[in-house]
């Protein structure tokens, strides 16, 4: 969080979490942090919502396969190639 919030006051927490980038991730854990954070002082608050866009997983090349294959020890080289032919 910014220095500049008063966190006491939600409104100017959501203030600067509306200016701040960052992923949707971190902001959720900012949100889930401060909702804990109010509920301790005894305040409540309206969360802000925010969608959260997830990323698709890294997906190696043929190449790269190949690669790591030729990498390992001989006694992987057959147990990585059977698995390279699995659907």
């Known amino acids: 969080m910014n220095k500049d919030a008063n966190l006491a006051d939600p409104e100017t ?11 949707g991730n971190r902001r959720r854990n900012v949100i ?30 043929e190449q790269e396969i190949d690669d790591l294959i030729v990498g390992t020890p001989n006694h992987y080289l057959l147990f990585f190639n059977c698995l390279k032919k699995l659907p």
């Open 13 to 23: 927490v959501k203030e600067i979490m509306a200016k701040q980038t960052g992923s």
């Open 32 to 61: 889930i942090a401060y909702t804990q954070f109010l509920k301790h002082i005894g305040l409540t608050w309206e969360q802000p919502r925010y969608t959260i866009t997830r990323k698709l997983p890294f997906m190696p090349t």
